[in-house]
């Protein structure tokens, strides 16, 4: 999968732990894995961390990372179909899906699409960390 690419230049950023020997590109999807810690995401109902906002070379010496917790982004859909102004959570690594009801409990939304993309998977434009 592809990473996020930002349309709009997001406004919140929070820095976040992650493990030295991990390597991220910018716009990475992040899972929130332990208290103010991320990892990349890689499934389904990942809890939401933010998109790396800055690249982290693996291995640097660096335990924080910057990720964007709004703006609006072009990412990469699973083959299922998203209904502009519907919500949308990690899909997997990389990539967003409809959002189901059980994805709130877990934290796992991202934002409101802005496009409607049919089945078979494609691109939609998100606006992360909105609701409404």
Do not use: H, Y
């Amino acid at each position: 999968m592809a990473v996020a690419t930002c349309i709009e230049t997001p406004t919140r950023f929070v820095r976040r732990t992650i493990a030295n020997a991990t390597a991220v590109p910018i716009g990475t999807i992040m899972k929130l894995n332990d208290a103010n810690t991320v990892v990349v995401s890689a499934a389904n109902n990942d809890p939401f961390g933010g998109i790396a906002w800055e690249e982290k070379t693996a291995s640097d010496g660096l335990t924080e990372i910057t990720c964007a917790m709004n703006g609006r982004w072009s990412m990469t859909t699973t083959a299922a179909a998203i209904t502009a102004g519907g919500l949308v959570s990690i899909g997997g690594a990389d990539a967003v899906r409809a959002l189901v009801e059980a994805d709130v409990v877990l934290g796992c939304q991202v934002g409101k699409a802005l496009n409607t993309i049919g089945g078979g998977g494609g691109t939609v434009i998100v606006d992360v960390g909105s609701a409404i």
